[in-house]
């Protein structure tokens, strides 16, 4: 049966703005306070998932979430009427009305782990939404991701969805975004990449002193154990503790992978060697073979990497074989990444072309192509019970930039979220949006 890598993009919110929140995250607390501009941002989202499209490439796009979030200013104290609550809190505790309007749910790389039915126990495609507990703003994220996926994989008898891990720190789940599979092909048992940036429990694991090490070795094997993976289909690694104290607060932001391939930075993690050879050996198991990319540090140096988010990259297979990397623009700007590029892309090596994507406003809060999208690796049987909704198509890409074009502002400051009409903005943009995409009610407003 044929199967697919379905790349579903995040759809940037209206209340997108660089609020500063994501110590570790060094874009983030560089931008802070910038102005922003939600429209552009929204688009230049929507012009990737249409060229991925037109590419043939399937795509599915992820819809963000309500913000403000007035129910947890709520749990937080603040009361009255909506406005009075966005009001109080913008005249008392700014930083929490900040982080209650975050768009960082289009980050959805975040937004869970999924593994492909190929490799779980009772053979459907798993989903664990993350808790995102390191951050607060990220941490108010999974009630809603979980409504939202379960409405786009609603299908118990391929779907399975799991609540987020307990929510303190020594289950720390970021999703996707420090896990990878390896492959021979998308709908056969695969490989499953687990990568953690430290143990909450066993102290002989080291740790990063500057940086928060976001995802725990306990929660990865938790989601492991959730999804049914077999012991001989997993492979956990931990991150170089050195690279997360230098910017590198998710692993996408250092490795990627798809397929048999491994596109990684010398210095990504810690005991490479091992980790390779067990990922080699587990791979050729299931009639994999596996293969590595290291950009050396004399080529690319760990604060490139961070600045141009050269691996924050999409690592797509195109059926020749040959793979296509989608970087952001920030890479062409970096003259030794760009030239590195050049190289690997000259060699008649597997990475055999480079797309470069202007995503500005994300990127200025530390989101590149590989942060925006979830990938779902489906059979045929499997997409056909995919609500169809989500799925990318020319006119579903027409009405989505003509929605962006009459909801969204085109620019954003601190004091735009202090004003109670952005909620209703925003309320209005959504309930319109669940239509567009047939998703039923799954936001706060829609459903209590
Ligand atoms: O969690 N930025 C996000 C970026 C997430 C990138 N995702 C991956 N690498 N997969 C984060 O740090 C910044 C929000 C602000 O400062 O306004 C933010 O949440």
Redesign the pocket.
């Known amino acids: 049966m044929k199967s697919y890598e379905v790349n579903f993009d995040g759809l940037v919110g209206p209340t997108h703005?660089?609020?500063?929140?994501?110590y570790g995250?060094v874009a983030?607390q560089s931008n802070?306070q910038q102005s922003s501009n939600p429209k552009e941002a929204a688009l230049q989202g929507l012009a990737k998932m249409k060229a991925l499209m037109d590419m043939g490439f399937q795509q599915g796009v992820l819809a963000p979430q309500e913000r403000p979030d007035v129910a947890v200013l709520r749990r937080l104290g603040f009361a009255g009427s909506d406005a009075q609550v966005i009001q109080q809190a913008a005249k008392e505790a700014m930083p929490l009305l900040v982080a209650s309007c975050?768009a960082?749910s289009m980050?959805v790389?975040?937004a869970a782990t999924v593994s492909p039915s190929a490799d779980t126990a009772d053979g459907r495609v798993h989903f664990t939404a993350a808790n995102l507990n390191c951050?607060y703003?990220?941490s108010i994220e999974h009630p809603t991701t979980s409504r939202v996926l379960g409405a786009m994989f609603a299908d118990q008898q391929h779907f399975a969805h799991h609540a987020a891990l307990p929510a303190v720190a020594q289950f720390g789940d970021e999703g996707a975004?420090n896990h990878t599979r390896f492959c021979r092909a998308y709908g056969e048992a695969g490989v499953e990449f687990f990568v953690f940036g430290r143990s909450a429990f066993d102290t002989r694991y080291p740790a990063p002193q500057k940086y928060p090490a976001r995802q725990t070795l306990e929660a990865s094997q938790a989601v492991a154990r959730l999804h049914g993976l077999r012991e001989e289909g997993v492979v956990y690694a931990q991150q170089n503790p050195s690279v997360i104290d230098q910017g590198v607060?998710?692993n996408?932001?250092i490795a990627v992978g798809n397929g048999e391939v491994l596109f990684y930075h010398e210095d990504a993690f810690l005991e490479t060697d091992r980790m390779l050879a067990e990922l080699s050996s587990k791979l050729a198991k299931v009639g994999g073979k596996f293969q590595s990319v290291c950009v050396p540090r004399s080529a690319v140096t760990v604060d490139d990497a961070v600045r141009s988010y050269l691996f924050?990259s999409q690592l797509l297979s195109r059926p020749d074989g040959s793979m296509l990397l989608i970087v952001p623009e920030e890479c062409r700007g970096n003259e030794r990444v760009w030239q590195y590029l050049q190289g690997l892309t000259g060699s008649g090596g597997v990475i055999g072309e480079v797309k470069v994507f202007d995503l500005k406003q994300s990127m200025q809060?530390?989101?590149g192509p590989?942060?925006l999208r979830l990938r779902v690796a489906l059979n045929q049987t499997e997409l056909a019970a995919v609500n169809p909704g989500v799925i990318m198509t020319a006119p579903l890409y027409d009405s989505l930039t003509q929605w962006v074009e009459r909801h969204y502002r085109d620019r954003m400051t601190e004091n735009d979220l202090a004003d109670p009409q952005l909620l209703l903005e925003c309320r209005a943009a959504l309930d319109e949006l669940t239509q567009i995409l047939k998703l039923g009610a799954v936001y706060p407003f829609q459903i209590n």
Do not use: E, I, P, Q
């Open positions: 703005n660089y609020g500063g929140l994501s995250n983030s802070s975050s960082s980050w790389a975040n951050k703003h990220r975004a607060f998710h996408d932001v924050n809060n530390g989101g590989a942060c």
